[in-house]
């Protein structure tokens, strides 16, 4: 009888050595709250510690933004990127061939360099543009995104930037040239000095006979 009433002490006891065996061995925590542990506890810890979900997707609509002048000066990593620039519109918009619903139109950088991109895109969305740059005015200043292309397999292998978003960021305004007498000064003088010399010339002749 005092063996029977001894066995479920034993037993007890060799069940509490096992569940204080396997807490030392950091087993029972895994197993026992896997599934309650938060999210970002479960993510891979790379040797920066870093969190990092494995089970994230790349980003495919990943945007490079950049300048006109780097897409004239691009080398191949650029060629079918996405990509944002921001320009004047210069010159004029012309209607895309056997596309009636397309055009083209010029982005100019707007750091100084001169750098132009041709930019291939919907009528719809330059109707925003209020002047195109020229002597007599300054361009809209846009900003456009699309897919680059250093070789364009669509017109003829050309660099161009089909965009499929265009917004205007600053209008453009028609340019007033105003009149600068200090600017025809140097013209005047060369004018008068030869005028003084074709008078001594013709004095010299006279002189002569």
Not at 145 to 161: A, I, K, N, R, W
Not at 186 to 203: D, E, K, S, T
């Amino acid at each position: 009888m005092k063996a029977l009433r001894k066995a479920p002490s034993l037993l007890a006891s060799l069940v509490t050595v096992m569940v204080a065996g396997a807490f030392a061995l950091g087993v029972c925590p895994t197993w026992a709250w896997a599934e309650d542990t938060p999210f970002s506890q479960n993510l891979a810890t790379t040797d920066g510690g870093n969190r990092v979900n494995p089970s994230q997707m790349p980003d495919s609509s990943f945007l490079y933004d950049t300048s006109i002048m780097e897409l004239s000066q691009a080398d191949s990593y650029l060629n079918n990127q996405r990509v944002q620039v921001v320009g004047e519109a210069v010159g004029e918009r012309i209607n895309a061939e056997f596309d009636p619903d397309n055009c083209w139109i010029s982005l100019k950088s707007t750091d100084g360099s001169d750098s132009v991109i041709a930019v291939y895109t919907s009528k719809s969305l330059t109707e925003a543009i209020d002047h195109y740059g020229s002597y007599n005015a300054t361009g809209s200043t846009v900003q456009v995104s699309g897919t680059f292309y250093l070789v364009c397999p669509q017109h003829e292998g050309v660099s161009d930037l089909h965009a499929d978003a265009l917004n205007v960021i600053a209008l453009g305004a028609d340019r007033v040239h105003g009149f600068h007498f200090e600017a025809f000064l140097p013209g005047i003088a060369l004018l008068i000095v030869g005028l003084v010399l074709f008078w001594m010339f013709r004095r010299m002749r006279e002189g002569q006979r």
